[in-house]
């Protein structure tokens, strides 16, 4: 749109109105509301230009996707009281169906959107994770859920003596098998088809990650996924949880808010605290948790803990 227009340099009202095919003092309405946030600057000519903010968010990969999805959780959110409610169908469960169901149940076309869209964010979501998360030491590394292997390309390459384990949905892993192969990883990483719902999880990692996972599901099913994972891991093996979280105590923007309605949006999960994901892992028999200090909440905070050795 605008803002990719931008990119070639500043532009006048008028020669952007003619290019959207808006009217001239529509345009320049708009113009100024990317200035109010501070999307955009206006020059001395009156020729607009990107701000420092607006071309970090076109150069983020996969934001620009995300922020055009979220037409389906902005139709749920028009009616707030229907959404707290519960009981119809919305927008975002037609859209994420993928949360309902188990292997054999997701359509391939909508496995591919959700692996696309899940790849694109997953870029910033790896980079935050690998900041809090400390691999050192990790062998083989089991991730699950993992989607088309973006979390697990950044780690192996952080951790090149590593190699690891990929386990979803059967009809994701074809994303992942194109993914690992352009980063030319294939042969570090096995791919797994399954669903943790009704299948145990592959043994022999000595770490197991959860990356945007948990606050799909509700308790019984992180409960029920938390106890295979503690089952898989050998005595001293490692778990490690990435996701947004609420705050507690002390409720948070992006996780109280944002990811608490989206969640609610989708039919199913939740987003926990960092103090409620932890006692779900001790009650897997986990212990020595660690949470660490987030650099960017809005993206992913983290969890760390291990099997008792």
Known sequence: GILRSLLEGPESVSGLAIRAGISPDRMAQLLRAGVALRLLRRGSRGRYALSRRGAALLGVPGLEAMIRH????????????????????????RFWPYVQGAAGEVSEDVAARYSELMALSQVLVAQDSLRMIDMTGVARLLDVGGGAGVFLSHVLRACPQARADLFDLPEVLPAAEAHLAQEGLTA???????????????RGADAVSLVRVLYDHDDDTVSALLTKVHDALPPGGRLFVSEPMAGGDRPERSGDIYYAFYTMAMGAGKTRSASEI??????????????????????TSALTCVKRA
């Open 70 to 93: 979220n037409r389906a959780f902005y139709a749920d959110m028009a009616d707030p009281v229907a959404l707290l409610r519960g009981g119809g169908e919305t927008e975002l469960q």
């Open 188 to 202: 570090r990483v096995t791919l797994y088809p399954g669903s943790f719902r009704s299948e145990p999880l592959p």
């Open 278 to 299: 932890a006692g779900l892992c001790r009650a897997a028999g986990f212990e020595g948790i660690r949470i660490p200090r987030a650099p960017r909440p809005y993206i």
